[in-house]
C-alpha cells in the first residue's frame, strides 16, 4: 500500500522555523522525485519546492527561494522541508506528492502520490 505521511507542522511564529518530514513506504520512492505542495483556505493548491530523484537538483517557487529547502535520505525513504524565515502568507496545509518526472514538478496533475497534508500556520 503507498503511503506518504506529512509530519512536522504546527504553530509558529512570523520570523520563526519549521521542519517537515515526510515518509514515504509501498512504493520505490528513492526513484521518484518528490515535492511540497501547499493550499491555503480559499486558495489553488501550489507548488512549493522539488527535489529529483537521483541527485540534488532542486527547484523551487520565487515566494520560497531562499528561505526555504528541500532535501531527501533515500535509505530512510524519507523527504524533509526547511523552512526559514515563516511568513503569515506561508499558512497553508504542506502536501508532499511524489512524480516520476522531475521535470514536471511544478504541475500537481503530473504526481502519481500524495500524503493527506499537514498543517503549518504562521502567526504575525
Known amino acids: 500500500q503507498v503511503r506518504l505521511v506529512e509530519s512536522g507542522g504546527g504553530l509558529v511564529q512570523a520570523g520563526g522555523s519549521l521542519r517537515l518530514s515526510c515518509a514515504a513506504s509501498?512504493?520505490?520512492?528513492?526513484?521518484?522525485?518528490m515535492g511540497w505542495f501547499r493550499q491555503a483556505p480559499g486558495k489553488q493548491r501550489e507548488f512549493v519546492i522539488g527535489i529529483r530523484a537521483t541527485d540534488t537538483s532542486t527547484t523551487s517557487a520565487d515566494s520560497v527561494k531562499g528561505r526555504f529547502t528541500i532535501s531527501r535520505d533515500n535509505a530512510k525513504n524519507t523527504v524533509y522541508l526547511q523552512m526559514n524565515r515563516l511568513r503569515p502568507e506561508d499558512t497553508a496545509v504542506y502536501y508532499c506528492p511524489a512524480l516520476r518526472n522531475f521535470a514536471d514538478c511544478t504541475h500537481a496533475n503530473a504526481y502519481n502520490y500524495w500524503g493527506a497534508g499537514t498543517q503549518v500556520t504562521v502567526s504575525s
Open positions: 509501498g512504493f520505490s520512492a528513492s526513484t521518484y522525485a
